[in-house]
């Protein structure tokens, strides 16, 4: 994922490789910054760091298998046939699921949003320190 952002950041965005992962931006978000944090350990050490966790993953994927990864569906199985209508109401009701999926999609993106403000917060922050620390 990391390679994939690095060689064609414009193609590999993290939307797309949230997409093709099933994976929360989050996530996506997190894991390249963790390998940019890797990378930078790496020169300051001058040697590779210990990546024998990652070869055991490697060589074995079932400790991984899920059905679904982060995609989370909610299946309502219970709809209520009685529905209360506004005033100006003008006749037509939509389907519940789809009131349900666009009040996801908004907190979602705001979830996703202030995750993306903190997140680089703590990046300015720990650099800061970093630098401040020889």
Not at 1 to 20: N, Q, S
């Amino acid at each position: 994922m990391y390679k994939k952002h690095k060689e064609i950041p414009e193609v590999y965005t993290v939307e797309r490789l949230a997409k093709d992962y099933r994976i929360m931006r989050q996530r996506v978000h997190a894991m390249l910054w963790l390998k940019e944090l890797e990378g930078e350990e790496e020169k300051k050490l001058g040697r590779p760091l210990d990546d024998s966790v990652e070869l055991l993953l490697d060589t074995c994927p079932e400790f991984f298998n899920s059905h679904d990864r982060e995609f989370h569906v909610v299946s309502l199985t219970y709809k209520p046939d009685f529905k209360v209508m506004p005033e100006g109401w003008d006749g037509t009701t939509g389907d519940l699921d789809e009131v349900h999926c666009e009040i996801s999609k908004k907190e979602n993106e705001m979830l996703y949003q202030e995750f993306v403000q903190r997140m680089n917060f703590n990046k300015m922050k720990v650099s800061s320190i970093i630098l401040t620390f020889p």
